[in-house]
């Protein structure tokens, strides 16, 4: 059985309609409640600003698919984030790593497979 990194949330404290907010992991909540699971092991990020929400989920969304799948607004997205300087390089770096160590932690000795430098070869 392969290994799948858990679906990432925030805990959402300044609205009473919601608790948590998905980041990453959607299609693999998605398939566990069709197969009939209550629920999920997740990653908390508490108290995380929109900023590194977001962040989160387009780091997720570039570890996973290549940037030709991405649709035209989320590549503009992607570069106008990555590129504009919109986040401090060294917080960015922190959360590519922490999301490459979940993505690859049932193969530590193999390199990634997927992720932006990779992409970039």
């Known amino acids: 059985m392969e290994f799948s990194p858990p679906p990432i949330v925030r805990r959402i404290h300044d609205d009473p309609g919601y608790e948590y907010e998905m980041l990453a ?3 693999r909540m998605n398939a566990g409640m069709q197969a009939g699971l209550e629920g ?13 929400a977001l962040m989160y ?7 996973q698919r290549s940037f030709q799948d991405l649709l035209p607004s989320e590549r503009a997205a992607v570069l106008a984030m990555r590129y504009l300087n919109m986040f ?3 917080k ?6 922490e999301l490459r160590r979940l993505e690859n932690s049932d193969r530590p000795n193999e390199p990634p497979t997927c992720g932006t430098e990779f992409h970039n070869r």
């Open 25 to 27: 992991g959607h299609n």
């Open 40 to 52: 999920t092991w997740c990653l908390v990020k508490d108290r995380l600003s929109d900023a590194d």
């Open 57 to 63: 989920v387009i780091e997720t969304n570039l570890l």
């Open 88 to 90: 401090s390089q060294g």
């Open 92 to 97: 960015r770096n922190d959360i590519i790593e």
